[in-house]
Nanobody, 123 residues
């Protein structure tokens, strides 16, 4: 399995950005997909995930109401729509895939990782 994240960039506070993660080399529908992020000097943290099969979504509290994860099984791509961005959202965003049937916020639960895409929010 390979994951390729794209779409990061520089955006002003209050703005929006959509990042994507293209999945290949496996059966996309067999994987729960997630986004994590790592800010400078901080540990990687769970952001949001969309579960396989029922496509239920789960998000960390700080992004609820602002970020939306979605998956397109036909395009084998997962998206993260980020609205009302804040400077504290600045980070490298990583997509990840897990073969587990449930969503985990622990990075160890994810089998595959993309290379990351940088999102910078200016104040």
């Amino acid at each position: 399995v390979q994951l390729q994240a794209s779409g990061g960039g520089l955006v002003q506070a209050g703005g929006s950005l959509r990042i994507s993660c293209a999945f290949s080399g496996g059966t996309f529908s067999d994987y729960t997909m997630a986004w994590f992020r790592q800010a400078p000097g901080k540990e990687r943290e769970f952001v949001t995930a969309v579960r396989k099969r029922d496509e239920n979504t789960y998000s960390t509290e700080s992004v609820k109401g602002r970020f939306t994860i979605s998956r397109d099984n036909a395009k084998t791509t997962v998206y993260l729509q980020m609205n009302s961005l804040k400077p504290e959202d600045t980070a490298v965003y990583y997509c990840a895939a897990s073969s587990l049937a449930y969503v985990s916020s622990f990075s160890q639960a994810y089998n595959y990782w993309g290379q990351g895409t940088l999102v910078t929010v200016s104040s």
